[in-house]
């Protein structure tokens, strides 16, 4: 086990394989800077920590660098950064990211268990440590989409007992939790039995179902779009909140001016921060080449008026608390020698990393790739659809001829919500006139359903069309008219997924995803080249989107308020109820 | 597993079976007092926190009262308080003590691996929760003592896989670890494999034997002295540090006079406190019903100027998630219902105490006492060896007749020093004079061992012997004639193991603890007037030990600092030195 050597490297007795001297070490347990602080580190470990001398093959003078825990991200999917695992590590590596607990949903919502031991296999012997957590909401509701696979307990068991495993991921169905019905119940009772930690997703819950939903054993929730989610959350007991990043998360809000101070300022208020967890969810691989990773929801906490302190501790040794992890989240004698050194703990640039006690990234960049990983080639046909035709994009009315009332989602927020607008009929045909089409075709080859819908404050001209499309990932399309939504769609078959914008005929940007439809294989810089070019082209249809894709959220019967899925329109508000499109 | 029917009870749709309403109530998570709360148990568990109506089928009007989770103890000996388990139970529930993590390792140097399967057993079916740690210094330094068991990593692994064990106890063999001696890093990769929290002891360590010994993975230790030890430990990157009784440790201190206050100001000085947490480690049975028991070491470190919060966060979820259980040390839905209602968060007046969601205690009275449990007659033949003659306690010289200087053992402390002194001898015989005579004598049967040492500053009068002796239970006897030293050890092997006081040929004394020589099975009430009458008749003697006893802590070669074993003198100032009674 190698702890035998440690000991002995801390005496001396054996040189130091890393020797990082006169650091100002942050003890993230003591909230204290220890000044000219010698670390010593032999193989994979840290051994020794304190001010005196030890011998060292290797010597690194760090005066005036402090000297902080790697940063452990306790909730994300990595297929929203569009790479999978290699590419991912070497993106949040250089950015001080040295653990994450990855809920890889996205390609269990197309794949099944098989998606899971692929993103597992594709972890393993990374300079990053993947510790994987297991989708429980596989569609995210019963009944109301057409999912790749529907998982239930037994499955949740088979991944639960894969090696690597640390936890149930975001428990979503919250009502369904609520309700007490099986599905749910049973896939609690496996994370129960097995003792791993409980992750929640309960956005809207409060008071009697908030209890009843913490009383399951569920610790955790990152949906907090208000603080005032997050502090009820802990006031009923549960035991972490975790928030994203701030600045991101105000563009979902009435009025993003003062969003982040006012949040960050609430936490600042809680006495006792050990409950508070920072998180990234989704991050797109152009925002992250641009802005960070955690890193980067850790500076916009600080810079919004968060104790810095506080906040490393939020992404370190809280995380590793909340993970059952002992010995991550620290920089001490016997924890992993996971390390980033930084000129300023409120700036928090990321100046050199360290894992496992080898260097492994120095001025956000990485010394070498990560070794690349084939996923296998079933993997990468799993857009199985037939091609459209552009009538498929009509949608019938319930009379031949004159004016309709329908229920329209307004698009000007992710946050969408019904507005009723009256629609003109020609031939059984809806005009949609100024508004968009809306068309989420299932694509795992289960169900064949194809659900259309309209869409206003959405589109000025043109399609977009993606196979990312959360949680199901059917195959989702917006546009101003057939012809543009049918050659997007029939571009996504042809490329087996990925994002197409179309205009007058002609495809403007295509990003292509092969793996599951979701993820490329290509580094994250050419993936968010990609991407960009997506968002700038959708920009002259009319949207602009610098974060994330308004196309990937509006089937998500899980997300606030108004949606589409290939089976229904769902009202989200408080919890889904299916709603009809035309309105008597 | 029930957690179906808390979610139910959590919104009212199943009455709870306990309702306290009006609590002012701390959550340890966040160090908030949660005024007008109302808490709803549904059997074992919390079921609802918040400030809604529940239907209840017990309602309890809690108007000015707090409410805060049952006190989690550590690090303890139960068979220091000198009764089995479900006579401590009762004792320290009212008390406020609902969960302890108990070393048994006091009976394990008497039984070996059955004494820990009979302790087990007998804290199975309490009210008070039982989370055992695994002896792992049996004897507590190889080679110089006898114990009535040798453990070794098999034993360990025996004892670890036992159901209801949770850590391995103090790892004591500092200087094992730090050494790198098979037998203690066999036993900690015993720990490793197993996963359990491993809990240290390592006084006086600093520096690079320090880093060494937390480098295997050891997270906490308990033996603090001075504050600066406990400070030192966390700088150096040990996950805990516990702290006992302050007032009782000043008794240990030079200057016990302010010793308490500076102790609890380095603490407060803290920035985060979570690495802090108290214990009771030893609790005489007379101490534990006068003072009280962990809420004592709480209300004395308030009382000393430490945060009343943070005090009982110490006793609390830091304790919990030091022993990585993550359904007790707070009041929390989903967690077991094990509530204290207090009146002052400060005073800490233990009022009301539930655990698993009942009434068990009110007023610092058990509402019924535990089921009783008899340990088996084996466990009560013990004390193995011969009744010994009054020649025996004659320390033979190197010279027939004159002076010789002696090392003696000072005890004006339980900080024992050594002292040379000289003494008369005649016909052989060393002549004591002023000093009295230390005898050890192996009890379990195995070397017969006896050994003979001096001491000043010791008693004045009489012999005082006992079965309690740390840690490896010999019969221990101090006096200051052979004739009355014969007589406690004669009486001692006659009731099989206890307490005995005599003089001038006559016990004065006689304390039984017939289970291993340790402990009682009658309420401890009956065993404190017991020690009460020992420490009177003691007095008489000339000692005066309101405390602990000194017989109990000379033969402990893990102490500082001069000890005698059935083996050697051993100064114990930093490593444990083997020294000669006769000084050339």
Chains 1, 2 share one sequence.
């Not at 001016?257 to 921060?273: E, H, I, M, R």
């Amino acid at each position: 086990m190698g702890f035998r050597e440690l000991a002995r490297a801390a005496q001396g007795e054996l040189p130091c394989s890393l020797l990082l001297k006169n650091v100002k070490l942050l003890n993230v347990r003591t909230a204290e800077i220890m000044e000219n602080t010698n670390v010593g580190v032999y193989g994979e470990r840290v051994a020794y920590i304190g001010e005196e001398e030890l011998p060292a093959t290797s010597v690194h003078d760090c005066k005036g660098k402090y000297a902080i825990p790697g940063m452990i991200d306790t909730h994300l999917h990595i297929e929203s950064s569009q790479v999978t695992p290699p590419g991912f590590a070497d993106a949040v590596l250089p950015r001080g990211t040295t653990t994450v607990a990855p809920d890889p949903h996205e390609i269990v919502n197309v794949m099944g268990v098989e998606g899971f031991r692929l993103m597992l296999e594709a972890s393993k012997n990374l300079p990053l440590k993947v510790l994987m957590m297991v989708p429980t909401c596989v569609p995210s509701v019963e009944g109301l989409e057409t999912a790749g696979a529907d998982l239930f307990a037994e499955d949740i068991e088979k991944m639960v007992r894969m090696e690597g495993v640390v936890a149930l991921a975001e428990i979503m169905d919250y009502d369904g939790v609520v309700r007490n019905r099986d599905r749910m119940m049973d896939i609690i009772e496996v994370g129960r039995k097995y003792g791993v930690t409980l992750d929640g997703h309960c956005v809207f819950l409060t008071g009697k179902p908030l209890s009843a939903y913490i009383s399951t054993g569920i610790e955790a929730c990152h949906e907090n779009f208000v603080p005032e989610s997050a502090i009820a959350k802990l006031r009923a007991g549960m035991d972490y909140v975790k928030i994203r990043n701030l600045e991101l998360m105000s563009r979902l809000a009435p009025d993003p001016t003062g969003y982040a101070s006012a949040f960050a300022g609430a936490l600042q208020n809680v006495p006792d921060k050990r409950s508070i967890i920072f998180c990234t969810d989704d991050i797109m691989p152009d925002v992250l080449l641009q802005r960070g990773h955690l890193d980067d929801v850790v500076r916009t906490v600080i810079a919004s008026g968060y104790d810095p302190v506080a906040a490393i501790q939020g992404a370190t040794i809280n995380a590793a608390t909340h993970l059952r992890q002992h010995d991550i989240g620290a920089v001490a004698p016997g924890k992993f020698a996971d390390i980033i050194l930084t000129n300023d703990l409120r700036k928090l640039d990321i100046d050199t990393v360290f894992t496992n006690g080898e260097l492994v990234a120095k001025g956000g960049k990485m010394l070498r790739p990560s070794q690349k990983h084939a996923f296998p080639e079933s993997s990468k046909r799993t857009v199985k659809l037939a091609v459209p035709k552009e009538a498929d994009f009509h949608i019938r009315a319930p009379v031949e001829n004159g004016r309709v009332k329908v229920r329209t989602i307004d698009m000007s927020s992710l946050l969408t919500t019904f507005a009723i607008e009256e629609v003109e009929v020609r031939d059984w045909i809806v005009q949609p006139d100024g508004l968009s089409t809306l068309a989420v075709m299932e694509r795992h080859g289960r169900s064949g359903n194809k659900n259309l819908g309209l869409a206003k404050n959405c589109l000025e001209r043109g399609a977009i069309g993606s196979t990312i499309s959360h949680d199901s990932h059917n195959v989702t399309v917006m546009g101003r008219n057939a012809r543009d939504m049918q050659l997007a769609v029939k571009t996504l078959i042809e490329r087996q997924g990925g994002v197409v914008v179309v205009d007058e005929g002609e495809v403007k940007a295509n990003l292509e995803l092969p793996v599951a439809g979701l993820m490329s294989e290509e580094p994250i810089g050419v993936v968010a080249e990609g991407m960009r070019k997506v968002r700038a082209e959708l920009k002259k249809l009319g949207r602009d989107e610098p974060w994330f894709l308004s196309v990937w959220a509006i089937a998500i019967p899980v997300a606030p308020s108004a949606r589409i899925t290939d089976k229904v329109l769902v009202d989200c508000s408080r919890t889904q109820e299916v709603v009809p499109l035309f309105v008597r």
